[in-house]
C-alpha cells in the first residue's frame, strides 16, 4: 500500500486542522493505520492509531482530547483531526500503516509526511 498525506499548514495556537491521509490499492480494510509525528531535533511519536474497522482507536497522552482519528474504508483514506492545538504539536506528521494479522506487525508502510506549524 502506498500512502499520500496531506493537509498540513501554519494555524495559530488554539486552531484546527484536518490531516488526510490517501493509500493507494484495495486491500486498505486490511491495515491497520496510525499518525506519527517529528518535530524538528526530536525523534518520532506516536499520535494516534486506528484498527482496520475503525472500531478501536488509541491515542498518545499528549493528544488525548484534543486529537480524533478516523477512517472511511470506501474512500481508502484515513483522516486526524486536530483541535485545540498548540506551538509544541509543531511537527511533519506521518502517517503509517500495518497489516491486521493475528500476530504482532509492525508498520511497514509509510506516507511522506506532512507540516503542522502551529503559531503562538
Known amino acids: 500500500v502506498q500512502l499520500q498525506a496531506s493537509g498540513g499548514g501554519l494555524v495559530q495556537a488554539g486552531g484546527s486542522l484536518r490531516l488526510s491521509c490517501a493509500a493507494s490499492g484495495r486491500t486498505f480494510s486490511s491495515y491497520n493505520m496510525g499518525w506519527f509525528r517529528q518535530a524538528p531535533g526530536m525523534g518520532r511519536e506516536f499520535v494516534a492509531s486506528?484498527?482496520?474497522?475503525?472500531?478501536?482507536?488509541y491515542y498518545g497522552d499528549s493528544v488525548k482530547g484534543r486529537f480524533t482519528i478516523s477512517r472511511d474504508n470506501t474512500k481508502n483514506t484515513v483522516y486526524l483531526q486536530m483541535s485545540s492545538l498548540k506551538p509544541e504539536d509543531t511537527a511533519v506528521y506521518y502517517c503509517?500503516?500495518?497489516?491486521?494479522?493475528?500476530?504482532?506487525?509492525?508498520?511497514?508502510?509509510w506516507g511522506q509526511g506532512t507540516l503542522v506549524t502551529v503559531s503562538s
Open positions: 486506528i484498527s482496520w474497522s475503525g472500531g478501536s482507536t
Open positions: 503509517a500503516a500495518r497489516e491486521n494479522r493475528e500476530y504482532p506487525t509492525s508498520y511497514d508502510h
